[in-house]
């Protein structure tokens, strides 16, 4: 299995993290405070399986002489101090009212004009895809946490992420006004009790733990719910919680972020979830499993989810899903969501994976998400590993293409043209505004890159537009090798989640031994969502279908930002970025 060699890398991802924070290996890290990290792995990661209880770090590197520590390295939420920090937040308001009334505002400088995303706007109301802000670089089809969270009129806020900046979130909230649900991670009761004793002094704060049983190893997703009194936003990033994912702390690195701004049903009450849409089912099935509360749950289905009719929510949910239950989480859940969208492709479809982190790969589960993309019934791929019949064995010296029937060498071969995986080498790391010191979350391990199955004539070197930043972003793009008749690109779509390339985020279909039939492993909590690009030919740009009417990337234009260059390069000669190095 992919996993197999990935066990001994868990503790060297935890090392590697640690390194990758010292700020004074980089001239852009200035606001130096704590950083909380809620698992020792990386966020690479989520490729470690051993099923022992991950021991929570705090790593001081980010802190100023000012500021010393307020977290014990076995406590991630201790010291918060409620009444204090109201304090500190009224003596901030007091200073600045002071220098605004002494000093003159500075003149606007060109190219740094500010664009904030209104409340509720016809934009979100449909559904957005934004960059997440950096600093530095120019308001475009970006977003601040700020201007995602909106704390004026915020009445609860669900936060869910992989690493936590617990202090640096809290300033970003009106604790007096706001509710708040933190989704963590926790592996075992005593981690749970821990935690939930570090957060007594905030009754306005509850946690939720989804459940981490057996070989489940990363509560990987970054939900957000945020309640407003007339609205629901529902935000889906790639980010975590932490400054410099959100473009502070200099602007070294950047992510991406889905919104949709629900309003509140009519007559107030909640609908029943049989008649929401594909993709409020899903919201609603992956909030349960979580262990979110009924009544938050209940307020969800108060608000209106007609503008996600052509969207679908599709996720990963830790854990064994025998039965039924496979096909709707995992990349079977991914590739219901695609037929059920309407999105299948009888033709060959051109896959795109921005990751900033790798697993261990080998084409046998590259071929499941390149078939999921399709829309592709996953017992496809499942019935090549389990036959009904014997297969013969593979005479010596044979071609690999001759262990696999017909239909599966046809993939593989569509598979090695078709398929690009955007990863930065060590090159465009070196060169990125942070350099080594902030790499420590782009992870890829070279004993897995340089494994004889892994498939590295696939991968590009991802290099942001936005020159310097390195990206975080997890994003499939999809779309038909070419035009077809009438169709126009409506069958294009997108992915923006939480998701990197890997066994451990999308799952691995397999035989159950006890009642032989097919079941779901997954070792991750994920989700994303899935945008069409909905272009209708009369529409399409110029560009969009090139020589051979073959589909460029063009065809996201307006729907969802690329956000590297295309074409990217070819590796050559050149090393991928090893979470190693910094």
Known sequence: MASDNEDDFQQQLAEAIALSLK?????????????????????????????KPARNTVTPSMMTDEQPPTHSSNGILRGLDRKKMEEERL???KRKASMSSSISPPPSRRGRLEKPVEASSSRTANGVVLKTWAFGFARDQDIKIEEVLQKDDLKLAVLSSFQWDVEWLLRKLDLNRTEMVFVMQAKDEVTKAQYRTETM???????CFPSMAGNVNCMHSKL????????LRIAVPSANLITYDWGENGGVMENVVFLVDLPRRPDGAPISKEHLTFFGKELIYFLEAMGLSKSIIDN????????TTEIAFVHSIGGIHPGEQWKRTGYCGLSTAIRTLGLHQNGDVMVDFVASSIGSLNEQFLSTIFLAAHGNDPLTEYSWRNPVQPQPRRQKGAPSEELHA????EVLTRMRTDFRIYFPTRDTVVRSRGGTAVGGTICLHPKWYDAPSFPRTLFRDAQSRRAGLLMHSKM?????????????LRRAWAYVGSANISESAWGRLVKDKTTKQPRLNCRNWECGVIIPASVPSPDLPDDAAGAGGVIGMDVFMGRVPVPLRIPAELYGSRRPWFYSEA
């Open 406 to 409: 017909p239909r599966e060498a």
């Open 23 to 51: 700020p004074e290996s980089s001239p852009y890290l200035q606001d130096k405070k704590s950083l909380i990290v809620i698992d020792e792995s990386t966020e690479s990661e989520d490729e470690a399986a051993d099923p």
């Open 201 to 207: 002094n905030m009754p306005n704060l509850r946690l």
């Open 476 to 488: 499939l793009f999809a779309r038909p090798k070419k035009m077809e008749p009438r169709e126009g």
């Open 91 to 93: 003596t901030r308001l």
């Open 300 to 307: 969800v289905l108060r608000f209106d989810f007609s503008a």
């Open 224 to 231: 957000q719910l945020l309640f407003h009194q007339d609205y």
